[in-house]
C-alpha cells in the first residue's frame, strides 16, 4: 500500500517562500505521476500542480504559473512544491497525490495533507 506523508507546512507573511514536501513509500516511485493539490475552507478541492513519472513534464493551474516549482527526486521518492511570492489566497490544506495511470486522471493515493496559511 503506498503511503503518502507530507511535511513543510506553517504559517508565513505574504510574499514569502514555503517549501512543501513529501515522501512515498511502499511502492516503486517511478510507478506513480505525483501532483499536489490544495483546499481552502469552505472550498472544494483544486489541483495546484503535476509531475510525471519522469519528471521531465510538469503541470500547473493557472493561478500558481510562475510562483510554485513542482519537482521529483526519484532517488529519494519524494516529490517537493517550491512556493514562491505566497498571498492570502493560498492558505489551505495542501495534499500530495499518486496518479498510477501516469495521466493526472487517477489519483489514488492520497497524504494527510499539510496546512499554509500566509497573513497578509
Known amino acids: 500500500q503506498v503511503q503518502l506523508v507530507e511535511s513543510g507546512g506553517g504559517l508565513v507573511q505574504a510574499g514569502a517562500s514555503l517549501r512543501l514536501s513529501c515522501a512515498e513509500s511502499?511502492?516503486?516511485?517511478?510507478?506513480?505521476?505525483m501532483g499536489w493539490f490544495r483546499q481552502a475552507p469552505g472550498k472544494e478541492r483544486e489541483f495546484v500542480a503535476a509531475?510525471?513519472?519522469?519528471?521531465?513534464?510538469?503541470y500547473y493551474t493557472d493561478s500558481v504559473k510562475g510562483r510554485f516549482t513542482i519537482s521529483r527526486d526519484n532517488a529519494k521518492n519524494t516529490v517537493s512544491l517550491q512556493m514562491k511570492s505566497l498571498t492570502p489566497e493560498d492558505t489551505a490544506v495542501y495534499y500530495c497525490?499518486?496518479?498510477?495511470?501516469?495521466?493526472?486522471?487517477?489519483?489514488?493515493?492520497w497524504g494527510q495533507g499539510t496546512q499554509v496559511t500566509v497573513s497578509s
Open positions: 509531475i510525471s513519472k519522469s519528471g521531465t513534464s510538469t
Open positions: 497525490a499518486a496518479d498510477h495511470t501516469g495521466d493526472l486522471t487517477d489519483f489514488v493515493f
Open positions: 511502499g511502492d516503486a516511485f517511478t510507478n506513480y505521476a
